[in-house]
T-cell receptor, first 112, second 113 residues
Framework: SQQGEEDPQALSIQEGENATMNCSYK?????LQWYRQNSGRGLVHLIL?????REKHSGRLRVTLDTSKKSSSLLITASRAADTASYFC????????????FGEGTQLTVNP | EAGVTQFPSHSVIEKGQTVTLRCDPI?????LYWYRRVMGKEIKFLLH????????ESGMPNNRFLAERTGGTYSTLKVQPAELEDSGVYFC???????????FGNGTRLTVT
């Protein structure tokens, strides 16, 4: 079984539209984070949501967490061409210590 | 502040050869991690250093991989001998406190032919 699975695997939208990416996980978590990776670069931390939080905002980003469904979503509003990147969710849990478990990511393409 | 730096950015070696990857974390970050992404699959944890000590090396695939962090500053990851399935992107990351957001380097793309 795979922790931190994102869907869709790929998403293509027009500039100005909203983009929603989902992440599911299988075991209990302490925190869930979202990272962005531009091609050929390292991952950049976007937002962290704790297991006792349900929603968090940061600029154009909105993250929700549903621990009963073991799922999270990342919403990017008013998307821009510069948002084109891969997006990963990552979880850490009671038994994993500092170890993060990543999914395979969602490739987002925002067309100008 | 300088970010996490990794060297080399790319490495192409033949099966059976040895490669050493280097990571310089952000100054003052005691925690240093190695992850890798193989064949476009998920990013997988390899190991975690706290200063010079290996806190968790549960993700190291086998004894062909050796990680060190002498002096608790930079780290090296050596693969000897390299196999085809070792190809992928190796990321290093660091943070000040465990479970705080990670700062990643740009990765080393390793190709074993």
């Amino acid at each position: 079984s795979q922790q931190g699975e994102e869907d869709p695997q790929a998403l293509s939208i027009q500039e100005g539209e909203n983009a929603t990416m989902n992440c599911s996980y299988k075991t209990s978590i302490n925190n869930l984070q979202w990272y962005r990776q531009n091609s050929g670069r390292g991952l950049v931390h976007l937002i962290l949501i704790r297991s006792n939080e349900r929603e968090k905002h940061s600029g154009r980003l909105r993250v929700t967490l549903d621990t009963s469904k073991k799922s999270s979503s990342l919403l990017i509003t008013a998307s821009r061409a510069a948002d084109t990147a891969s997006y990963f969710c990552a979880t850490d849990g009671e038994t994993s210590g500092s170890r993060l478990t990543f999914g395979e990511g969602t490739q987002l393409t925002v067309n100008p | 502040e300088a970010g996490v730096t990794q060297f080399p950015s790319h490495s192409v070696i033949e099966k059976g050869q040895t490669v050493t990857l280097r990571c310089d974390p952000i100054s003052g970050h005691d925690n240093l991690y190695w992850y890798r992404r193989v064949m476009g699959k998920e990013i997988k944890f390899l190991l975690h250093f706290v200063k010079e000590s290996k806190q968790d090396e549960s993700g190291m695939p086998n004894n062909r991989f050796l990680a060190e962090r002498t002096g608790g500053t930079y780290s090296t990851l050596k693969v000897q001998p390299a196999e085809l399935e070792d190809s992928g992107v190796y990321f290093c990351a660091s943070n000040e406190r465990p479970n705080s957001p990670l700062h990643f380097g740009n990765g080393t793309r390793l190709t074993v032919t």
